[in-house]
């Protein structure tokens, strides 16, 4: 009965790779977002797909890159990983675009 | 632009002790505010919410009251468990059409028993 859930929940990977971090939620909502924590805890917006419409897309490097397949599924690409990306990145979801949001446990992504 | 300041942890607290964390922000509009609760090794799960000035949000014993004079979002907590640690963060919904949360940078509560 998992609400938001990703994939996989630990990452280790060399720099210059190519990986993708997968999210799916079956809360049935219409949002999904991609947020990045750093080492300081410190979170921040990445993106966010309304309805599989990109509808934030803050300032992040292109070589990262959403896709959003349906509504219940939302997947971040990351090409030529970069020691710099190493954080945890939460997916989350909300019914509405201004509804609260529910997260997902986290993706430890660890750049070598 | 929108954003949220919180006090800086850690926070440090005996057992059945009272909790307050501020949290301040600058917003143009009318956000909602959000209190946000992270265990070790999870994802954030809120905690409570308040969208209009004077509401007062609560849940598992903690409140929160929106005070637009102050610009602020305290939490609180009359009696804390050592359970309750944990980082908690004040976030803002954006008041423009994205509606994206703006959070704070985190304060990490440590009950002792």
């Known amino acids: 009965d998992t609400a938001v859930s990703q994939t996989p929940k630990y990452l280790v990977t060399q720099m210059g790779n190519d990986k993708s971090i997968k999210c799916e939620q079956n809360?049935?909502?219409?949002?999904m977002y991609w947020y990045k924590q750093d080492s300081k805890k410190f979170l921040k917006i990445m993106f966010s797909?309304?309805?599989?419409?990109?509808?934030i897309n803050e300032t992040v490097p292109n070589r990262f890159s959403p896709k959003s397949p349906d509504k219940a599924h939302l997947n971040l690409h990351i090409n030529s990983l970069e020691l710099g990306d190493s954080a945890v990145y939460f997916c989350?979801?909300?019914?509405?675009?201004?509804?609260?949001?529910?997260f997902g446990p986290g993706t430890r992504l660890t750049v070598t | 632009g929108n954003s949220v300041t919180q006090m800086e942890g850690p926070v440090t607290l005996s057992e059945e002790a009272f909790l307050t964390i501020n949290c301040t922000y600058t917003?143009?509009?009318?956000?909602?505010l959000f209190w946000y609760v992270q265990y070790p090794g999870e994802g954030l799960q809120l905690l409570l919410k308040?969208?209009?000035?004077?509401d007062k949000g609560s849940n598992k014993g903690f409140e929160a009251t929106y005070r637009k004079e102050t610009t602020s979002f305290h939490l609180e907590k009359g009696s804390v468990q050592v359970s309750d640690s944990a980082v908690y963060f004040c976030?803002?919904?954006?008041?423009?059409?994205?509606?994206?949360?703006?959070f704070g940078s985190g304060t990490r509560l440590l009950v002792r028993p």
């Open positions: 976030a803002l919904s954006g008041t423009d059409s994205s509606y994206k949360l703006i």
């Open positions: 797909y309304n309805n599989k419409e990109l509808i």
């Open positions: 989350a979801s909300s019914q509405v675009v201004k509804g609260e949001q529910y």
């Open positions: 809360l049935g909502h219409d949002t």
């Open positions: 308040a969208t209009k000035a004077d």
């Open positions: 917003a143009t509009g009318y956000p909602s």
